[in-house]
């Protein structure tokens, strides 16, 4: 019998991958988006979430790739390095049986190690656009060779200020070049890329369906990036979790977060693709045993699990489309037992929740963390419960003439129980009850005021900026912990808030509310960064892109704080000849975003 896959055209290497993976039928987008091309066409497909995208756009490239060249063939650029990351392990899974080399490529990571990449023979490029045009400025990454060209949540990209290093990277590879376009919206500049960059592409819309997911209590919390851990374990705690997937968007995360969580002594194990079969095998064979309770997992992974029951799913990550999301939690609430599914959502990621919910048409409400005290509570209700149940199903004789000795010689009763029970609950002193803070969406008792932002979410008409908890500023005007650091663009340049917090968090990978105050004045923007990350800041990030110019970043003068008479303080600078990435098509007036 033929397998569905093999049916669109695909190799058999390609589809005995994916069938390993537990891809049994492919999606709509892969039904409409594959054949074509397979066939060397262009595509531009709309899905509200991304149904499957990854595998419609990466398995044609696979086809398409020749092995036996060691320079960039295939290029996927994508809005975030968290969906890079993603999409090259996926790439990587599907083409695991024909050897292709893939090279992740975005900002907040080290250059070298990806410069090593490109020159060990990269065949395809998973980058974010900045980063990527880093490289190709530092001729560190030629895209001469691109024959096949993806741009995956072309509209986030747009939001996230990225549309013009798109079209530099565009006009920059060959003519002859296959390119794929996928969008959730199609906006104007979306329309005019795809106008403009691609030849008689074929159009693929996939309507939204509506899903239910039965049996499964939802629900989200919302935390910082760097409280996620605390936040995951005192759940871990508090739920009654019989046995649980955690969810990580990719296997580096998955195997970092198992080490952590066994180190705690929880009964975890991670899997993902750097393992090798036969350790696969000896994991799930120690899960379905119940020596392990819980699996940190990828979606690639995820789907090839046999897994026959799940009481509770964390979406440690959360991810980015509805179908994965439905897919993950689909292993939860079978077969008629209940279920729970559990998502961590950081605040720039509230607009990935509001999409899942608009894809499942469901509600996932947002619930409050427990409480030092309430872990501390169930410690203590686990704890007497299981003495109960010793005392109530266990001979205790031996015990008994234990403590009977203990006694004898001058200990009280108490004391010998009171011992007794801290040796038995050591494991709880390897579990540290983290601190997590409060994420505070609304402040009324004061008015907004420029530069005052700290997270963003992308709503349905833009980006809007929440304001944090702050700590208090100094008398100098600087709050306590930060460091000043400047950018050479300011307001003339256009230059608003949302592009310093985008630019800053992508290039050196920290979290967008460790950026304070902002000031932007005429042609000079200062900003303020928590002090453990400034040097990060200052190494990954020492170059940035905002609204198409690029701007060097450095330590503020002691004493220029900014904000204060709004004269412009930069020195004209001389910025070079900008290198000639191909006949760019003449642009109309820019649009003001």
Do not use: C
């Not at 009977?404 to 009850?433: F, K, S, W």
Request: hydrophobic letters at 35%; zero cysteines.
């Amino acid at each position: 019998m033929t397998h569905p896959f093999a049916a669109l055209g695909l190799r058999e290497d390609f589809v005995r991958a994916i069938s390993e993976l537990g891809y049994e039928q492919p999606t709509d987008i892969q039904q409409g988006a594959i054949p074509p091309l397979l066939a060397g066409r262009d595509v531009l497909g709309q899905a509200q979430t991304g149904t499957g995208k990854t595998a419609a756009f990466a398995l044609p490239m696979l086809e398409r790739l020749d092995l036996n060249e060691n320079y960039v063939q295939g290029l996927v650029l994508t809005p975030t390095r968290e969906l890079a990351l993603q999409v090259a392990e996926a790439i990587e899974q599907y083409g695991k049986y024909g050897g292709a080399k893939i090279a992740p490529i975005y900002g907040g990571s080290s250059y070298s190690k990806q410069i090593r990449q490109l020159r060990s023979g990269a065949q395809v490029v998973v980058g974010t656009p900045g980063r990527v045009i880093d490289l190709i400025e530092r001729r560190d990454l030629d895209l001469g060779g691109v024959r096949y060209v993806v741009l995956d949540e072309a509209d986030r990209m747009l939001d996230l200020g990225f549309i013009d290093d798109v079209e530099t990277i565009l006009a920059g590879t060959g003519a002859g070049r296959q390119t794929a376009l996928f969008s959730a919206t199609f906006p104007d500049d979306v329309m005019r890329l795809a106008r403009t960059y691609m030849q008689e592409p074929v159009n693929i819309r996939i309507e939204r369906k509506t899903l239910t997911v039965e049996n499964t209590e939802q629900r989200h919390y919302l935390v910082y990036e760097e409280d996620k851990l605390a936040a995951l374990t005192r759940l871990m705690e508090v739920e009654d979790v019989k046995n649980a997937l955690i969810f990580t968007r990719t296997k580096i995360g998955a195997a970092g977060l198992a080490e952590t969580l066994i180190a705690r002594g929880y009964p975890v194990e991670a899997i993902h693709g750097d393992l090798a079969q036969d350790v696969r095998e000896t994991v799930m064979r120690r899960y379905r045993q119940g020596l392990v309770t819980t699996l940190v997992a990828t979606d690639v992974m995820a789907r090839g699990l046999d897994i026959e029951s799940v009481s509770h799913v964390f979406n440690y990550d959360l991810p980015y489309d509805g179908e994965d999301y439905v897919h993950r939690i689909g292993r939860t609430g079978r077969a008629g037992r209940e279920g729970v599914a559990i998502s961590l959502v950081t605040p720039r990621e509230r607009h990935l929740i509001r999409n899942i919910e608009r894809f499942t048409r469901q509600q996932i409400p947002r619930a409050t963390l427990p409480t030092r005290d309430d872990v501390l509570a169930m410690r203590d209700t686990r704890f007497l419960s299981h003495v109960q149940h010793v005392l109530e199903t266990e001979e205790l004789e031996r015990e008994r003439d234990v403590v009977n000795q203990m006694t004898q010689v001058g200990y009280a009763l108490e004391d010998v129980a009171a011992a007794a029970m801290r040796l038995a609950r050591h494991l709880e002193g390897v579990r540290p009850i983290a601190d997590v803070r409060e994420v505070v969406t609304e402040r009324k008792d004061r008015p907004q005021r420029e530069g005052d932002y700290r997270e963003r979410d992308r709503g349905d008409r833009g980006w809007r900026y929440d304001r944090d908890s702050r700590p208090p500023r100094s008398r100098t005007g600087r709050e306590a912990g930060m460091v000043r650091l400047m950018v050479d663009l300011g307001r003339s340049d256009g230059v608003n808030p949302g592009d310093v917090v985008g630019a800053i968090a992508s290039e050196s990978g920290i979290p967008g509310k460790s950026i304070g105050a902002i000031d932007i004045e005429g042609r000079v923007t200062f900003f303020d960064v928590r002090e453990e990350h400034a040097e990060k800041v200052l190494r990954d990030a020492a170059r940035i892109n905002l609204r198409g110019q690029w701007g060097n970043v450095k330590r503020a003068p002691e004493g220029d704080l900014g904000g204060g008479d709004g004269r412009d303080r930069r020195p004209p600078r001389d910025r070079g000849p900008r290198r000639d990435f191909g006949n760019r098509p003449p642009r109309g007036p820019r649009r003001d975003r």
